[in-house]
């Protein structure tokens, strides 16, 4: 076009309209519409970089020549509500979307079709009878959608699917008389429609299946013995329906099984004893039937099990001590709402990793065992409606414990409020409790590239301070400035790095680039932009972490923060401009190595382990860095530390335990992360 000269404003451009927009107090011009239907324009519509234009409401690039896929990161315009490509030659995926109107009849001519997903979106009526009718069919994905109607009636014969995923719909139909023989069939997902029938008899020849779930359905019959050939079986789902009959110990022979739930159904039986066979099981869930008899010893041989539900049946006799076998039960152990009795085995003492256990609503008798106390992940613990009694376990995640976790029972008391106390504490805990808070060990070891130095400090007194106000990070278009008598503004920071330009960068960290930014009076700060990336939640949640934390504390060696903007497009963040760099660059550097001697360097790991000791001791609650490197730790000229780099912090809950993800950088994590 004519008008599309370099250096004028776009905002003239023949096709482009502009808007002006408000960003953390600056009001720039930006590009909202791009309209040109029919101006001949050719090439790939990946070559505009859509990730520059983040504020486009409107694309009309209809009856053009672009050819080639629309790039990915269309979806990263989340302002767009028009966008129109027709007659061009544009191939490939349309990006994830809310589509409806679907004309299902229009698909079933479709004879060389092979794959077909349509999931998350709005699409209604049945799906096309003739779907099939090329039989080249291999995927017919259409999760979470709002078809009714029955399975398409090609699909009998359709022999070359691999994956069938229908779930979430509004499907309905005799599933045993619908579904055919499926050789090639891997994944078969028909959870939360309306299907009746049996399981379909004809899944047995599905020998490659590796994930079959039926559940949220109303299927009747038995559960059939020929899902017992299915051997790649690793998730079998078959809750929510009406299934009758036994367990059949036939499938205890699924040697890759990792997920089986079949609860609230209305099974009934034992549980099978083979059950011990399943040795890579992580879930089990059988809660919710009408399952009877002993809980079988050899449970405790599926040493891999997770997470164990077996509540809201009708099992007798006593809980097998072989349950504390179970070294990997994390998640939950709930046996709640059956008849057990007799007296709680000791060795259940042995699941410290456990999180959650449900006793409840049995007829458990004696007292609580000792051993209960060294389950130090459980953070809830509900033996109420037995017949216990005696004192309650004393560990530090059940001190807030609600007494209707323990009550009623026949005689339970402790320190937990609405309990009674007992005439005698358990002696060795609580001697315990004394001496850890009142001597906190801290061992800091510095990686010195030439040599280790450990610092051990010991606190006597610690006080703890509560935090400021708090900033909520979900706020959407959030800026704050402090500590520079209001002097230091958006608009000054902008213009000294010429709107983030690269000479003014000086370093890349994990997720954004640090630039210096000289403002008008001089002052020096650092400036921390967040990249843009499609994949980019992760890095926004570690943004948010570093300036919720870094707002809230204050500390002599921690880098201050002086501010941050946080807008939908725009996040960056505003520190103290700290001169000489890394201890890490500084340690690389000889003449600044041998400059940094011992005394320089006791002081420093000294200051580091203060800030530590600050973050854990006296932030209530308390903050855990979880990556203190050489790299993270930024000295001045005279070598001086600060703490930096909050991205991957951690508040700590008080009142859960606080199983996370690792993260930090191999070789720093704090040895409590493991
Ligand atoms: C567009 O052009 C007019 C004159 O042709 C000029 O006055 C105006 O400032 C320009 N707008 C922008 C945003 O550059
Ligand atoms: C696209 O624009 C973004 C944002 O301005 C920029 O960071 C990126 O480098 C650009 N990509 C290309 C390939 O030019
Ligand atoms: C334990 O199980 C009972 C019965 O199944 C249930 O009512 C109760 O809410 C459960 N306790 C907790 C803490 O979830």
Known sequence: MSSWQENTSPCNWTGIMCTVVHICRRMPWVVTNISLPGAGIRGQLGELNFSALP????????????????????????????????????????????????????????????????????????????????????????????????????????????????????????????????????????????????????????????????????????????????????????????????????????????????????????????????????????????????????????????????????????????IGNLAGLQIMLDVSNNNLSGVLPQQLGKLQMLEFLNLSHNQFNGSIPSSFASMVSISTLDVSYNDLEGPVPTTRLLQNASASCFLPNKGLCGSISGLPPCYSIPVAAHQKGKILGLLLPIVLVVGFGVVDVTVVIIILTHKRRKPQESVTAEARDLFSIWNFDGRLAFDDIVRAIEDFDDKYIIGTGGYGKVYKAQLQDGQLVAVKKLHQTEEGLDDERRFHSEMEILSHIRQRSIVKMYGFCSHPVYKFLVYEYIKQGSLHGTLENDELAKELDWQKRITLATDVAQAISYLHHECSPPIIHRDVTSNNILLDTSFKAFVSDFGTARVLKPDSSNWSALAGTYGYIAPGMY
Do not use: W
């Not at 690039?61 to 269309?74: R, Y």
């Not at 367990?247 to 997920?259: D, G, T």
């Open 55 to 322: 504020f486009l409401a409107y694309i009309d690039l209809s009856n053009n020549s672009l050819h080639g896929p629309i790039p990915a990161n269309i979806s990263s315009l989340s302002l767009l509500s028009y966008l129109n490509l027709y007659l061009n030659y544009i191939k490939g995926q349309i990006p994830c979307n809310k589509l409806s109107g679907f004309r299902p009849q229009e698909f079933g001519d479709l004879i060389n079709l092979v794959q077909l997903v349509l999931s998350y979106n709005s699409f209604s009526g049945p799906l096309p009878a003739n779907i099939c009718s090329g039989g080249r069919l291999q995927y017919l994905i259409v999760t979470s959608n709002i078809l009714n109607g029955s399975i398409p009636r090609s699909l009998k014969t359709c022999t070359s699917l691999v994956q069938l995923q229908l779930q979430e719909n509004q499907l309905t139909g005799d599933i045993s008389q619908h579904l055919g023989v499926y050789p090639q069939l891997i994944k078969m997902i028909l959870a939360s429609n309306r299907f009746f029938g049996q399981i379909p008899p004809n899944l047995g020849a599905s020998t490659k299946l590796t994930v079959l779930h039926l559940a949220q359905n109303m299927i009747t019959s038995s559960i059939l013995t020929i899902l017992s050939k299915l051997s790649n079986l690793v998730e079998l789902k078959l809750d929510y329906n009406y299934l009758s009959g036994e367990v059949p110990p036939e499938i205890c022979s699924l040697a890759n099984l990792y997920k089986l739930t079949l609860s609230s159904n209305q099974l009934s039986g034992s549980i099978p004893t083979l059950i011990g066979n399943l040795s890579n099981l992580g879930y089990l869930d059988i809660s919710g039937n009408r399952l009877s008899g002993l809980i079988p010893e050899e449970l405790g041989g599926c040493t891999k099990l997770q997470s164990l539900k077996i509540n809201n049946n009708s099992f007798s006799g006593s809980l097998p001590g072989a």
